[in-house]
């Protein structure tokens, strides 16, 4: 065996993973589970509804019209595509504003590619709500195994993972969907392997959004064609010049088995209520309790430091930014705004003036990030140090880390956010419509009063 198909030595992660989505209940679901597959949806279909009039998916909807034939729904938009077309456009639009969840577990927006692949293969085979909610814990817990076996040394290098590791959740959902064996599964991850891409220096361009899209539609294409038979790699996450080989330094610490017993991948969702990458909602919590503790304003800095970890360089450290996107990862910009007491959840925030604007350019450059020593501060934790012109030092830390596991109340602030973002496009009645179809999306037939509801 050459160097090319050669497979390391023990190692069998693809026929692991693949084997667990073929099983034949992959996704034997707890109530808590399901309940966390509707809130992750609820969280998608309203940001793509709120994304879904941007110019990127307006250049998007162009390149792909809708036509008389199309079978899968555009997102808050009317009409209607092929299946990859609307994988692409949707699963773009999701994460256009970079409001959707994230998760430590897969190491990015877990759902940006996977929510888009499973809706539209749930529309063209006609499955229930349970399958989709199905689909996308199969998804997810995909991303998770890939996401913890990789672990950060891929992101590190400058690769999304919403873009490469999403494709493989992508195509994960829509095997299960499809009900693919564990061979076509194999196959449908060796096609995602060599699809996956993503590149973080495209951070804060409209680049960043199409590395959702296109895992989401390359995802979905990977279980299609290996329905048909088509061939590829069986082992091409471990193999020599395959996915890990090619995209992560060193050795990998590849899981040996899929183990649910006490808790799904989903489960570990975190939802966004800041308008912005999130790992700047730490600084952002910390320098809000400090302006509520204090009854600061913004003319009160004298200077700011932000202590976080290493993993916020080269993500959210965009230091003069120029449009509303770079607002969005530029933590010392945010910082300033969060004193300012702006409204960081409000989508019209993020324009060119807000990144312009002279009084804030002039605070932004009294910030400086501080990273942390390993372990000194958490991954999506901040220590803020203030001091004030009249020669006050203050502090406070915020970690937005932890999952909620208060299920009412995230469900409710859920639907509040949605109400905010997402009524304005589509109405008030058919937002509520939409809520409702995904309460009791486990009791529906088929998808019909969801798709009815976002088109």
């Not at 940001?47 to 808050?76: F, H, K, N, Q």
């Not at 989709?132 to 199969?138: D, E």
């Not at 312009?356 to 372990?375: E, M, N, T």
Request: aromatic share 6%; with cysteine; charged share 20%.
């Amino acid at each position: 065996m050459n160097d090319a198909t050669a497979v390391t030595a023990g190692v069998a992660a693809t026929a692991t993973l693949a084997a667990w989505v073929a099983g034949d209940d992959p996704a034997s679901t707890s109530d808590r589970a399901r309940t966390w597959a509707k809130h992750t949806l609820l969280d998608w279909l309203a940001v793509t509804i709120a994304g879904s009039r941007e110019p990127l998916v307006d250049m998007l909807a162009e390149e792909y019209p809708a036509r008389a034939d199309g079978a899968c729904a555009l997102v808050g938009r009317g009409g209607a595509v092929g299946p990859i077309e609307a994988a692409l456009i949707n699963g773009s639009a999701g994460h256009a504003l970079d409001f959707d969840d994230v998760s430590s577990r897969t190491v990015g927006h877990p759902t940006a590619p996977i929510a888009p692949a499973a809706l539209a293969l749930g529309q063209l085979t006609g499955a229930s709500g349970e399958q989709l909610l199905r689909a996308l814990v199969v998804g997810f817990e995909a991303q998770a195994f890939l996401g913890e076996s990789l672990g950060a040394a891929h992101y590190q290098l400058g690769f999304h993972t919403t873009g490469t590791i999403g494709t493989f959740g992508a195509a994960a959902a829509a095997a299960s969907l499809l009900r693919l064996d564990a061979a076509r599964t194999r196959t449908a991850f060796g096609l995602a392997a060599t699809e996956a891409a993503g590149l973080k220096c495209n951070f804060g361009t409209m680049a960043k959004p199409l590395h959702a899209g296109r895992a989401a539609a390359n995802g979905l294409l990977a279980a299609r064609l290996a329905a048909r038979g088509f061939t590829a790699h069986e082992s091409a996450l471990e193999c020599a010049q395959g996915f890990a080989h090619t995209q992560v330094p060193g050795a990998v610490a590849w899981r040996d088995r899929i183990d649910t017993s006490r808790s799904f991948a989903i489960e570990s969702a975190l939802f966004k209520y800041h308008a912005s990458c999130y790992l700047t909602h730490p600084t952002i919590e910390a320098v809000r309790t400090l302006r509520e503790q204090h009854g600061l304003a913004l003319d009160a800095l004298d200077a700011m430091t932000i202590h976080v970890a290493g993993n916020h360089r080269g993500v959210c450290d965009i230091d003069e930014p120029r449009t509303g996107l770079n607002v969005k990862f530029s933590i010392r910009h945010l910082a300033a705004l969060a004193l300012d007491g702006a409204d960081t959840a409000d989508l019209a925030l993020y324009d060119e003036a807000t990144a312009q604007d002279p009084r804030l350019a002039q605070a932004r450059r009294r910030v400086s990030l501080q990273v942390g020593a390993p372990g000194s501060v958490g991954p999506h934790a901040a220590r803020v140090v203030l001091r004030t012109r009249d020669g006050r030092t203050l502090e406070a830390m915020a970690d937005v880390g932890e999952p909620w596991s208060d299920l009412d109340a995230q469900w409710s602030r859920l639907v509040a956010k949605g109400r905010a973002i997402a009524a304005p496009v589509i109405g008030a009645d058919r937002y509520e419509r939409l809520v409702t179809a995904i309460h009791t999306l486990e009791r529906a037939p088929s998808l019909n009063p969801l798709i009815e509801a976002i088109r």
